[in-house]
Nanobody, 128 residues
């Protein structure tokens, strides 16, 4: 069984920064990738960042490139999302996600991204 537990959400003014954490437990050795999704009310789910477990190759959605950074602490099986220069449009529930399948990871930066495991979510609110 896999558990993903997020922390670090909150409220911040535009231009500010937040760091989200996601601690994974269970069969993490089976992961192909972990990442962060977000969903705002009335909007589709979007993958904003992913990191490949084997070599830590990262990938970002265009909407957050150069502002967000995903990183991993191997010893803690924890993935972080460092969010800088936050904008009101970044307001959403952010979910940590993981997949064990290359094919599933391939959907992350296309429409209708899927995942195998997901955390409970943490709210990020950016005010103007």
């Amino acid at each position: 069984q896999v558990q993903l537990v997020e922390s670090g959400g909150g409220s911040v003014q535009a231009g500010g920064s937040l760091r989200l954490s996601c601690e994974a437990s269970g069969r993490t050795f089976s992961f192909y990738a972990m990442g962060w999704f977000r969903q705002a009310p009335g909007k589709d789910r979007e993958c904003v960042a992913g990191i490949r477990w084997s070599d830590e190759t990262t990938r970002y959605a265009d909407s957050v490139k150069d502002r967000f950074t995903i990183s991993r602490d191997n010893a803690k099986d924890t993935v972080y999302l460092h969010m800088n220069t936050l904008r009101p449009e970044d307001t959403a529930v952010y979910y940590c996600a993981a997949t064990s399948a290359i094919r599933t990871y391939a959907t992350w930066f296309k429409g209708s991204p899927n995942y195998d495991y997901r955390g409970q979510g943490t709210q990020v609110t950016v005010s103007s």
